[in-house]
């Protein structure tokens, strides 16, 4: 299993990014994905997650403003983050659970700032 984030990078308050993770070593259509936040000094926590059949679920604090989908044709999963405030700032992880075990990426950085 291998899960590679990217799309990160500084941006000003209010503004949008959009993060991509590309999965690989897994039948990606029959599981379901997570995104994760991890700010400095503070633990990781679900952001959002998206379904085999496209069903999502948010955080409360992401409602709205982050959208999460798939392809499954290209096994990638992204999460488009919108209007974006400075405590969303830190290092998003993409994260599947196959067989009992979980798996991470490396993360990309997101840093919220004017």
């Known amino acids: 299993v291998q899960l590679v984030e990217s799309g990160g990078g500084l941006v000003q308050p209010g503004g949008s990014l959009k993060l991509t993770c590309a999965a690989s070593?897994?039948?990606?259509?029959?599981?379901?994905m997570n995104w994760f936040h991890q700010a400095a000094g503070k633990e990781i926590e679900p952001v959002a997650r998206i379904g085999t059949n496209g069903d999502t679920w948010y955080a409360d604090s992401v409602k709205v403003r982050f959208t999460v989908s798939r392809d499954n044709a290209k096994k990638t999963v992204n999460l488009q983050m919108n209007s974006l405030k400075p405590e969303d700032t830190g290092v998003y992880y993409c994260?599947?659970?196959?067989?009992?075990?979980?798996?991470w990426g490396k993360g990309t950085l997101v840093t919220v700032s004017s």
């Open positions: 994260h599947v659970t196959s067989l009992g075990t979980n798996y």
């Open positions: 070593g897994f039948a990606f259509s029959t599981f379901v």
